[in-house]
C-alpha cells in the first residue's frame, strides 16, 4: 500500500509563489507515475504535472512556464514549484501515484488560494 501526504498550500498574492509537497510512504518501490492534479470549486479535476521514476517529467500547457515538477528519491517527495501565481490556480492540488499493477493512490490533497 502506498500513502500520499500533501502541503505547503496556503494562502497567497497574485504573482506569488508557493512549493507543494507530496510525501510517499509505503510500497513506493513499485510506483511508476506520481502526478499533481487540481480541481477548482465547481470545475472537474484536471491533470497539471507528471513525473515517472525514471525522471520524465510533463507539464500541462496550461501551466508551463509556471510550474515546475520535480522528485527527490532520497526525501521520497514530489514537488511542485508555483510562481507567478494567478487568481485561476486557486484550486485544491493533489498528488497521485501510479503502481506497476495498474493501481492508483490519491492523496487529500491541499488548498492554493491565489488572491490580490
Known amino acids: 500500500q502506498v500513502q500520499l501526504e500533501e502541503s505547503g498550500g496556503g494562502l497567497v498574492q497574485i504573482g506569488g509563489s508557493l512549493r507543494l509537497s507530496c510525501a510517499i510512504s509505503?510500497?513506493?518501490?513499485?510506483?511508476?507515475?506520481v502526478a499533481w492534479y487540481r480541481q477548482a470549486p465547481g470545475m472537474e479535476r484536471e491533470l497539471v504535472a507528471f513525473i515517472t521514476s525514471g525522471g520524465i517529467t510533463k507539464l500541462e500547457e496550461h501551466v508551463k512556464g509556471r510550474l515546475t515538477i520535480s522528485g527527490d528519491k532520497a526525501d521520497n517527495t514530489v514537488y511542485l514549484q508555483m510562481t507567478n501565481l494567478k487568481r485561476e490556480d486557486t484550486s485544491v492540488y493533489y498528488c497521485?501515484?501510479?503502481?506497476?499493477?495498474?493501481?492508483?493512490?490519491w492523496g487529500l490533497g491541499t488548498q492554493v488560494t491565489v488572491s490580490s
Open positions: 497521485k501515484s501510479v503502481r506497476t499493477a495498474g493501481d492508483e493512490v
Open positions: 509505503g510500497r513506493k518501490d513499485t510506483i511508476t507515475v
